[in-house]
């Protein structure tokens, strides 16, 4: 830990100049920790001497950080995957998914897609033991409470203990290849690639992308082709960005506002941002992300223009 922390006031030092409350304000991601973002907030207003909580979100909600946070990510996946299967004419609780990942945003999309009724039969987590990944399912329904008990701080079940209380244990990619109406790539980049999207089940519907960038190109040209529904990860996996602008904005108002309030804020953002995208697919007749993409890129130019630089 001691190390860690050097790591993270170092790294302050070299970009305190490039970021600030009303600059760049960085973010935690994967293997980062509310305690590293304190970290990096305290060396950042030892530099500049004085009280800046909106520097850097991702911090314990006792500094400053924002009730909600911690599950943004999964449940702004959740929310998106709610509207998308109001589109495909799907009730949440027909329908089966398959996980890969069992951390932060893998086990938060798990909890509030259950919630909503849907069932999620397999996920996959790395091994830091054997290195390397196992797919762990149980064919009529995981038990989230079930397996974050044994769970390591990394995601990484334990496979014996899995067994025990009933879970098949199979090969990390098997994931892909289950029976389901649903997939969350929510682990790491290029996930899904043309080496095994043919792997994908004919009776998949619907990609979430949870993970940045778990499609390759080539794969994501074939998901085009079967039309298969995928929500892209720059609008699926908003919800973690959306919320630390949430905690900016608190932090810089030295006011907080209750989980609730968080989470109704950010469902109300993600469903908005998804419909836009949405109507825009429709209306181009073009690919979700061809669609995300074309608002993304747009609103930039209109700014620009408006600022009289083009």
């Known amino acids: 830990m001691g190390e860690q922390e050097r790591i993270c006031r170092a790294y302050v030092r070299q970009i305190a100049r490039d970021v600030g ?5 960085p973010a935690p991601d994967v293997m980062t920790s509310a305690q590293h973002m304190l970290w990096m907030l305290d060396e950042y207003e030892q530099i500049h001497g004085g009280h800046f909580p909106g520097v850097i979100t991702g911090k314990p909600v006792a500094m400053g950080g924002s009730l909600g946070r911690t599950e943004a990510t999964g449940y702004g996946v959740v929310f998106t995957v709610r509207e998308a299967l109001k589109e495909l004419n799907l009730r949440p609780e027909d329908t089966i998914a398959a996980v890969q990942g069992f951390g932060n ?3 938060y999309a798990v909890e509030l897609y259950n919630q ?3 069932t ?6 790395w091994d830091q033991q054997d290195q390397q990944p196992y797919t762990f399912r149980k064919k009529d329904g995981i038990d989230l409470l079930e397996l974050r008990k044994i769970t390591d701080r990394f995601g990484g079940i334990d496979k014996v203990k899995a067994t025990e209380v009933g879970y098949e244990c199979l090969p990390g990619d098997a994931w892909i290849e289950q029976e389901v109406d649903i997939l969350f790539p929510c682990a790491l980049e290029n996930s899904i690639t043309e080496n095994n999207v043919s792997s994908i089940s004919k009776r998949v519907k619907l990609i979430a992308e949870g993970a940045n960038g778990p499609t390759t190109p080539e794969a994501d040209h074939s998901l085009h082709e079967r039309k298969i529904f995928v929500i892209p990860d720059f609008l699926a996996n908003a919800g973690g960005v959306t919320c630390s602008y949430f905690e900016q904005v608190q932090s810089n108002m030295n006011y907080f506002w209750d989980r609730d309030e968080v989470l109704g804020k950010l469902d109300t953002m ?4 998804f419909i836009g995208v949405s109507e825009v697919a429709r ?3 073009l690919y979700m992300r061809d669609a995300a993409y074309t608002i993304a890129i747009s609103r930039v130019a209109q700014a620009c ?4 630089w083009v």
Do not use: F
Not at 21 to 25: H, K, M, N, Q, S
Not at 270 to 273: G, N, P, V
């Open 21 to 25: 409350p009303l600059r760049d304000v």
């Open 116 to 118: 909503i009724g849907g």
């Open 120 to 125: 999620v039969i397999a996920v996959s987590c």
């Open 105 to 107: 945003v893998a086990q």
């Open 283 to 285: 209306k181009r007749k």
């Open 305 to 308: 223009k408006d600022r009289g």
């Open 270 to 273: 993600m469903t908005s941002a």
